[in-house]
């Protein structure tokens, strides 16, 4: 249970003074929910009202705060605004503001009295002036001014003003709150206490507080990091605590299988078999995360571990997060196990009656005759009359689209049964260790020999019509093309080449032959035109980014991604890894949206350059931040609030063997130190891990 004295923080940000249901909901989609978003909320610039110089020395653009006497009001009309002009010994101003209604500017700066006022200076011809300033107070309220006051990001709808107000009162409900840090670490670099470090950080007094250097901001961050450490080292604890079994294949059917596979394993795939066979043979519980490019070969890998599995007697079994793409794995698998005369078999939400029935006995039969040892389905898997005779080896594909509830539920249904999670997004080493420290790795680095490189170009949009007669012509040449648009629909706020609109304006160029695909279909209907493109009549399929894992279309040989310069660099790598897939060359044409800014114009040069996934997912860090690599929908990674990955990356590894220490001086956490710690992780919201120490 958390502990109460967090409780203040837990609340809803509509507890806040000032704050309704409206203001609560654009909080909400500015920072989050609860009051605590709003301490992870930090400023990222500040505004300076320190100048205060005379009227006939102001600079255009600068923000001042002025003492004025008031001299005249001249009301508006038409489009004329209204304007109050004041002065001091040196010369005039004059505010001006738009959609004045009733007495109020007269009763806020009466005739001949002196007034405080701060806002940004624009000169109109000579005459300086200031439009809506930002404050006007009396003289002796000056104090109510705050010289130096932090900017927040924010949302359409949102003042900064609210912003600041919202965050300030948050602030006032942070309580005091026990130590967790070593005070040697603390000492060392000069970090402060956590009350007084939450403070700091939301009142920068210069733009070098921004800075991620900060004390303040690092110790913020590193209490992110080490609750992240702490949480993954506890769940990796827990697995260790809990009974294995040793499966050790005698490689029979694997050879078997490996004979008429027609090409020769890579050496990362022999590799990554070796550590999965060590596992896999020893006591503990296997969690392993095999990560490959796409293309690299991980089905083959995963097959021939489930193999292992059924030489040692037990079952295997693979999930994966969409329909089609289990069809394809099991028609995969399939033909490549048929040598070594294993059966596989297929599960899915559509299956039904006998059909079903038959699937399910030959899960749970005890016999060899009739029983199925490894089977390929989606989440249906985890429906609880899929009973197994003897899981032994789980294989998640995309694992990223699991929660790790389900990823756990399809695991008990074994005994003991060993966890082999599959992922096609490379995920830089930092975040890997951040979000994944519970994990071992597996890489596939190489491609399988054979596998022909994608020619990249990048193309303005103005040569748009350019592209649609090139891709004309390689429809008529009898070749497949993905149309990647980035919306689904126009919107007001964003330039982008919508969906539905070019699926319009593209299929009359091969009628009857043009397929569209979003993310708002209904799944069957979805794949329905899916499958139309792998295996029918469809040959040109314009697409959100719905395509970015999944299908295989060794025919699929041109891939047009529109404004290419708002999509993140893993994640167009990830769909130019669409084409490419069979024996003929392939071609990716990046169109963008001129002038390109200098990081969208470095993201499309590295695709130019390279093909490898790992190199691009480090690029995209360095050139994105961890906030929104983290952030992506496909990432499957938690977001990091505080920490940026980028400056505070030699963190992790002091965090990673602090929480190794702690665990091993204090593994219930039942110090003063560890009790402190358990209020850590829960701040940061790892309650999951809370619950393992509990479990013992």
Not at 26 to 42: I, K, S, T
Not at 195 to 223: F, G, K, M, T
Not at 465 to 479: C, I
Not at 497 to 504: H, L
Request: proline share 7%; glycine share 8%; charged share 25%.
């Amino acid at each position: 249970m958390r502990p109460a004295l967090l409780d203040r923080l837990f609340a809803p940000v509509s507890v806040l003074p000032g704050i309704g249901p409206q203001l609560a909901r654009l909080l909400e989609r500015a920072a989050g929910p609860l009051v605590l978003d709003l301490l992870w909320h930090l400023p990222v610039g500040i505004v300076d009202r320190r100048a205060s110089p005379a009227l006939n020395a102001l600079e255009n653009g600068s923000i001042v705060t002025l003492k004025l006497r008031v001299d005249k009001h001249e009301a508006g009309f038409g489009r004329r605004p209204y304007r109050v002009i004041c002065s001091d010994t040196t010369g005039f101003i004059t505010l001006v503001y738009f959609n004045v209604k009733g007495d109020y500017l007269q009763r806020q700066l009466p005739v001949g009295v002196e007034r405080i006022v701060s806002g940004r200076v624009e000169l109109y011809g000579r005459i300086p002036q200031i439009a809506h300033p930002d404050f006007v107070v009396p003289v002796e309220e000056a104090d109510r001014l705050k010289p130096i006051e932090p900017v927040y990001p924010l949302t359409a709808g949102l003042s900064p003003r609210i912003v600041q107000r919202a965050a300030a009162a948050a602030l006032d409900r942070a309580p005091e709150l026990p130590e967790w840090l070593d005070p040697t670490l603390r000492d060392r670099r000069h970090w402060p206490a956590w009350p007084a470090a939450i403070e700091a950080v939301h009142n920068p007094q210069s733009e070098a507080d921004l800075a991620p250097a900060l004390p303040a901001r690092e110790r913020l961050a590193y209490d992110e990091i080490l609750a992240s450490q702490l949480a993954v080292a506890l769940v990796r604890a827990r697995r260790r605590r809990r009974p294995g079994r040793a499966l050790a294949g005698t490689g029979e059917l694997q050879a078997k299988a490996e004979t008429s596979f027609g090409f020769a394993l890579t050496g990362s795939q022999r590799m990554a078999l070796a550590e999965i066979a060590g596992d896999m043979a020893g006591p503990q519980q296997m969690m392993r995360l095999l990560q490959g490019d796409v293309g690299s070969g991980k089905t083959v890998v995963a097959l021939l571990a489930m193999l292992a599995a059924v030489e040692s007697g037990a079952q295997a079994a693979l999930m994966v997060p969409t329909e089609i793409l289990a069809r394809q794995h099991h028609a995969t698998l399939q033909r490549l196990a048929a040598p070594a005369g294993v059966e596989i078999g297929f599960l899915s939400g559509r299956e039904k009656g006998r059909a079903r029935d038959t699937i399910l006995a030959g899960l749970a039969s005890e016999g060899l005759i009739g029983g199925i040892p490894i089977v390929v389905g989606t989440h249906a898997l985890l429906q609880p009359d899929v009973q197994f005779r003897d899981l032994g080896l789980v294989v998640i594909d995309e694992q990223h689209r699991f929660g790790v509830e389900q990823r756990l539920a399809l695991t008990e249904k074994g005994k003991g049964a060993d966890t082999l999670l599959m992922s096609a997004t490379p995920i830089p080493r930092t975040l890997m260790m951040t979000a994944y420290g519970d994990l071992d790795v597996s890489r596939l680095t190489e491609k399988p020999p054979g596998r022909r490189p994608v020619d990249t170009r990048t193309l303005p949009a103005s040569r748009y019509e350019e592209v649609v007669g090139g891709v004309t012509r390689a429809l008529e040449r009898g070749a497949k093309v993905y149309w990647i648009c980035p919306m689904v629909e126009e919107s007001e706020t964003a330039d982008l080449a919508a969906a539905e609109e070019r699926y319009r304006a593209l299929a009359p160029i091969a009628p009857g032959k043009v397929g569209l695909a979003h993310g708002r279909m209904k799944s069957a209907e979805k794949d329905r035109v899916m499958a139309a493109f792998a295996e029918g009549g469809t040959d040109l399929l314009v697409a959100t980014t719905v395509v970015e894992v999944g299908v295989d279309v060794p025919a699929a040989t041109v891939m047009v991604v529109e404004h290419a310069e708002r999509f993140g660099l893993a994640q167009l790598h990830q769909l130019r890894g669409r084409i490419g897939r069979g024996d003929q060359p392939s071609t990716c044409l990046l169109l963008y949206q001129a002038p390109l800014g200098e990081i969208a114009r470095q993201r499309l040069a590295i695709l130019r350059e390279t093909e490898d996934g790992f190199r691009i997912a480090e690029e995209d860090l360095r050139l994105r931040g961890a906030g929104e690599v983290l952030g992506t929908r496909q990432s499957g990674l938690p977001s990091l609030r505080l920490a940026d990955l980028a400056s505070h990356e030699p963190l992790i590894a002091v965090a990673h063997d602090d929480a190794r220490l702690i665990l091993e001086r204090d593994p219930t956490l039942s110090t003063p130190r560890g009790e402190a710690l358990r209020v850590l992780l829960y701040l940061f919201q790892r309650d999951e891990a809370v619950q393992f120490l509990r479990a013992g």
